[in-house]
């Protein structure tokens, strides 16, 4: 039976402002990708996703960003590889210390928007990070973009690290990500990307946005919590995937 991990971003709403619905997510998905606080999250907010995650056994992961609320993470930043480790360390500590409160652990840890781009393929920046989650706990597992250099090196500097493709973004025929400034980046069709996400776990396929064929090879799945129709198009993913007699699981456990 072939198993694939369904994961979701979470935890970033601030205030009085919201960001998708959490609740609804959670009853969806396997692992959440929980804000830390750098690029959107508050305390008390972060906190109650936690409990809600810990209430239902989804595994958590720490999303931890660059510093940049104004700009949702989204803006690339030159930062000095020692400031990086160390903004990577105090985020997953304080990820750690809300989970405990909450009953559950930290299991693994997803960079968030230009971070999880530019050390996709960023040296320097990338073993910031490593050194970052192997100062915490070098049992945290890696979460990277499907097909980048990242993978082999974190690997190589004693991290297990997962592969992740994401369901509502559409690919190269390279099989990278269309850049967001380009139209059709971002998919909307529930049922449409269902499709695309079960023949992904089949055959290591998707259909890139020339429409040729794009070869990628992952071990969880990323529906962005933020997108419009979220919710719907995750439980479109899960129902069709465990139809199709898919085994959905995270790839970390729930408890450790």
């Given at each position: 039976?072939?198993?694939?991990?369904?994961?979701?971003?979470?935890?970033?709403?601030?205030?009085?402002?919201?960001?998708?619905?959490?609740?609804?997510?959670?009853?969806?998905?396997?692992?959440?990708?929980v804000?830390?606080?750098?690029?959107?999250g508050?305390?008390?907010?972060?906190?109650?996703?936690l409990?809600?995650?810990?209430?239902?056994?989804?595994?958590?992961?720490?999303?931890?960003?660059?510093?940049?609320?104004?700009?949702?993470?989204?803006?690339?930043?030159?930062?000095?590889?020692?400031?990086?480790?160390?903004?990577?360390?105090?985020?997953?500590?304080?990820?750690?210390?809300?989970?405990?409160?909450?009953?559950?652990?930290?299991?693994?840890?997803?960079?968030?928007?230009?971070?999880?781009?530019?050390?996709?393929?960023?040296?320097?920046?990338?073993?910031?990070?490593?050194?970052?989650?192997?100062?915490?706990?070098?049992?945290?597992?890696?979460?990277?973009?499907?097909?980048?250099?990242l993978?082999?090196?974190?690997?190589?500097?004693?991290?297990t690290?997962?592969?992740?493709?994401?369901?509502?973004?559409?690919?190269?025929?390279?099989?990278?990500?269309?850049?967001?400034?380009?139209?059709?980046?971002?998919?909307h069709?529930?049922?449409?990307?269902?499709?695309?996400?079960?023949?992904?776990?089949?055959?290591?396929?998707?259909?890139?946005?020339?429409?040729?064929?794009?070869?990628?090879?992952?071990?969880?799945?990323?529906?962005?919590?933020?997108?419009?129709?979220?919710?719907?198009?995750?439980?479109?993913?899960?129902?069709?995937?465990?139809?199709?007699?898919?085994?959905?699981?995270?790839?970390?456990?729930s408890?450790?």
């Amino acid at each position: 039976m072939p198993i694939i991990d369904l994961n979701s971003d979470m935890g970033e709403s601030f205030g009085q402002w919201s960001m998708g619905d959490d609740a609804a997510m959670l009853d969806i998905v396997t692992s959440a990708n929980v804000a830390c606080g750098f690029h959107a999250g508050d305390p008390a907010g972060i906190l109650r996703t936690l409990k809600a995650a810990a209430a239902r056994g989804v595994t958590i992961g720490a999303h931890v960003a660059y510093p940049d609320l104004v700009g949702f993470g989204r803006r690339n930043m030159d930062i000095a590889s020692d400031e990086l480790t160390a903004d990577v360390i105090y985020q997953i500590g304080a990820l750690q210390a809300l989970a405990t409160a909450a009953g559950t652990s930290v299991r693994y840890v997803k960079p968030h928007g230009a971070l999880y781009n530019t050390i996709a393929h960023d040296k320097r920046q990338a073993l910031a990070v490593i050194e970052a989650i192997r100062a915490v706990d070098a049992r945290l597992v890696l979460v990277a973009l499907a097909g980048s250099p990242l993978i082999e090196l974190a690997r190589s500097e004693g991290l297990t690290c997962i592969a992740e493709a994401f369901a509502d973004r559409a690919y190269t025929p390279q099989g990278t990500l269309v850049s967001r400034r380009e139209p059709g980046a971002v998919l909307h069709d529930a049922k449409q990307v269902a499709q695309r996400m079960l023949r992904l776990v089949q055959s290591g396929e998707v259909e890139a946005v020339d429409g040729s064929v794009a070869r990628i090879e992952a071990d969880s799945i990323c529906v962005h919590g933020d997108s419009p129709g979220a919710v719907q198009m995750a439980r479109e993913v899960r129902q069709l995937l465990e139809h199709s007699g898919v085994s959905l699981q995270s790839f970390a456990g729930s408890t450790r």
